[in-house]
C-alpha cells in the first residue's frame, strides 16, 4: 500500500478594519523544519465570491437533475466556475507553493459560510510540469518558470492548469469531540483510468 506525508494547511476567512475579506492560508511546521511557512493572505471581495460559489452549485445541480433525467448535457458545464474559483481562492502559486513535492493537503477549515461552501475536490491550480515523459520530477517548483528547465533533468518545463485531486490526496481535519458513527452499504468507488493499480 503507498503511504503520503500531510501538511497540516489552516483557511480561515477574516476582515480588517476597512471591511475587506481575506482567505488566509497557514501551512504547519513539518517535523524536519524549525519553523512553519510563511502564511499566504489573498484578498478577496466577498459578495463576488459568494456569487461565483452560488453560480458553481446551481451549474452542478443542473448537471445533477440532467443525469438524473438521463438528458444530454450539451455545453452545460462547471470548467467556466471552477476556473473563477481557482483564481480568486487559490495562492498565485497554488497549492504547490505552500507543499514541497510529494506533500499532500490536510485542510484545517475555520467553518464560516465562505470556508464551508468551497469545493476543494474540484479547483485547480497553475503549475510547472516537466516536458520529459521519464523525468521522475514531473511537478517543478515556481522557481522552473523563470529558468525555463527543469531542476532534476534540466530539460524544458511548461505553465498548465491541473485539478487539485490530479496532484494530491485531499484530505480534511475533522473537528467535534465525538467521532460520528458511519452506516451504510453502498460506496462510490472512482477508479483513475491512468493509474495501473488501485491501492
Not at 476597512?18 to 484578498?43: D, S
Request: aromatic residues 6%.
Amino acid at each position: 500500500m503507498d503511504t503520503y506525508k500531510s501538511r497540516e494547511i489552516g483557511v480561515l476567512f477574516c476582515q480588517d478594519n476597512q471591511k475587506r475579506g481575506f482567505l488566509t492560508y497557514r501551512p504547519g511546521r513539518m517535523p524536519w523544519q524549525e519553523f512553519p511557512p510563511e502564511e499566504v493572505k489573498i484578498q478577496i471581495i466577498e459578495e463576488k465570491l459568494k456569487q461565483d460559489l452560488d453560480n458553481f452549485s446551481n451549474v452542478l445541480n443542473e448537471l445533477i437533475m440532467l443525469g438524473r433525467l438521463n438528458r444530454n448535457r450539451q455545453d452545460i458545464g462547471v470548467e467556466s466556475a471552477v476556473f473563477q474559483l481557482s483564481k480568486s481562492i487559490l495562492p498565485p502559486s497554488g497549492l504547490a507553493g505552500l507543499l514541497e513535492m510529494d506533500i499532500h493537503p490536510q485542510f484545517d477549515l475555520v467553518q464560516n459560510v465562505i470556508t464551508s461552501k468551497i469545493p476543494w475536490e474540484s479547483l485547480e491550480e497553475r503549475i510547472i510540469e516537466c516536458q520529459d515523459p521519464d523525468c521522475k520530477q514531473k511537478i517543478c517548483s515556481f522557481k522552473a518558470e523563470s529558468e525555463g528547465r527543469c531542476r532534476s533533468c534540466g530539460k524544458e518545463v511548461a505553465v498548465t492548469m491541473r485539478k487539485l485531486v490530479e496532484s494530491y490526496h485531499i484530505c480534511h481535519l475533522p473537528r467535534g469531540r465525538e467521532r460520528k458513527k458511519t452506516a451504510g452499504s453502498k460506496f462510490v468507488l472512482i477508479i483513475d483510468p491512468r493509474r495501473q493499480h488501485l491501492h
